[in-house]
């Protein structure tokens, strides 16, 4: 594999200054990156002779002779984002780029045996290269995202109380004795953000959150260009986060945490069971009353339900009261809300937003932008992100400039 290691931080920082400005001249580089000329012209031919960068077209004339613009090659390597989830298993090949050029996917259930996931795992990832057809040689690796929080132990054990029933089990190993790519694991919520930094609104955003709103709650925090796991990855555990200690008893053992208040799975049963009680009319807002997901509860919405508008208020209120304490603690520029409940009806963001004007103190916080993410499979793409910011070390290693 000829993949040169990127350890040079001005290698990291003018391509992550071209990936961010693009297309742009050499001598618009030198100046922003405050490197004398010759060292970026040097560096510069290195990675168009990597292939990393290449030139496209001349910049307008300003007088003298056209600069040469540079750009980033999307297409000079690629990555594979491998989703372990609680009920499907998601695996593509991107492009630096994020744009998926291969897409498995086949459904898991949470007590299906890691056989099950390494014969999925070793077929799709063929499938995949072959039809993207792309070359095995410009792989960067694998990233693998899964419910946190995610406990890798020398790099041969995983633990993860959402998976394989919180027992300890050797999937690393297994797919390192497989695969001769490198592998890397992380909680979805995080590469969910790292996908937002590579490819979505957290694009120049310094600090922000990504909040994965879905059948549970977690979310990944951007401090300084910089993913902020924690000291134990245990970080962003906004899901358990508790909002009231007389409140109902949690799958973790607690009371009253933020998931027994807004999750997919009790916005669904808090809608059929209002609906046991309502009016025919109301009842035939839905197609099917078995059923019922965050998809027919926003389709009801539109159609006039009130049950189906009140609930998702609701939610808003309450993930509106949980934002407020992250607000609090990290007073982020911006809120990227994902997953099934980010990408519900609008109404739900509004709530959301006016529950945190209500609470949050600080008078920038009170009106901080809370903005839905456009990326759909945002936890496969941050897996593959995972790995391809492992390469560059941009944000892993806090080279931004
Ligand atoms: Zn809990």
Redesign the pocket.
């Known amino acids: 594999m000829n993949k040169p290691s990127l350890r040079n931080v001005h290698y990291n920082q003018i391509i992550n200054l071209v990936r961010d400005n693009g297309p742009i001249s050499r001598i618009e580089i030198s100046e922003k990156v405050k490197v004398p000329k010759p060292t970026v012209t040097r560096i510069i031919n290195k990675l168009i002779k990597m292939n990393i960068l290449k030139e496209n077209g001349l910049a307008p004339s300003s007088g003298g002779r056209r600069p040469v613009l540079l750009e980033f090659n999307k297409n000079c390597y690629y990555s594979i984002g491998f989703e372990i989830g609680r009920t499907s298993m998601k695996l593509a090949l991107t492009n630096m780029d994020g744009e998926i050029l291969a897409f498995k996917e086949s459904s898991y259930q949470l007590n299906d045996l890691i056989d099950d996931i390494l014969q999925f795992a070793k077929g799709a990832v063929n499938e995949v290269i072959e039809e993207a057809k792309v070359d095995a040689d410009l792989l960067l690796g694998m990233g693998i995202g899964l419910p946190g929080p995610v406990y890798i132990r020398d790099n041969k054990i995983l633990k993860s109380p959402n998976f394989m029933q919180g027992k300890e089990n050797d999937l690393p190993e297994l797919l390192h004795q497989h695969f001769n790519f490198p592998i890397q694991f992380d909680k979805d919520s995080s590469v969910a953000a790292l996908a937002e930094k590579w490819f979505g609104k957290g694009i120049g955003k310094s600090n922000f959150v990504y909040v994965m709103a879905d059948e549970g709650i977690g979310c990944g925090i951007f401090l300084k260009h910089e993913l902020y796991r924690g000291i134990h990855g245990e970080a962003g555990g906004l899901?358990?986060t508790i909002v009231d200690i007389f409140g109902k008893e949690?799958?973790?053992g607690?009371y009253g945490?933020l998931?027994t208040f807004v999750s997919q799975k009790i916005i669904i049963e808090n809608v059929k069971s209002r609906l046991k009680l309502a009016s025919t009319e109301e009842r035939e807002l839905f197609d099917s009353m078995d059923q019922i997901s965050m998809s027919s509860i926003s389709e009801a919405v539109e159609k006039g339900s009130s049950i189906a508008m009140q609930t998702l208020k609701e939610a808003g209120l309450y993930l509106g009261v949980g934002l407020s304490n992250v607000i609090s603690y990290y007073d982020p520029e911006v809120i990227i809300l994902g997953g099934a409940i980010g990408a519900s009806h609008p109404i739900l963001k509004e709530a959301t937003s006016e529950s945190i004007n209500q609470r949050v103190i600080g008078t920038y916080g009170k009106q901080i932008e809370v903005t839905i993410s456009e990326i759909k499979e945002s936890a496969v793409l941050g897996a593959a992100a995972l790995i391809i910011d492992d390469h560059f070390k941009i944000f892993s290693n806090s080279l931004y400039v």
Do not use: F
Request: glycine share 12%; hydrophobic share 0%.
């Open positions: 899901g358990h949690c799958t973790c607690n945490c998931e």
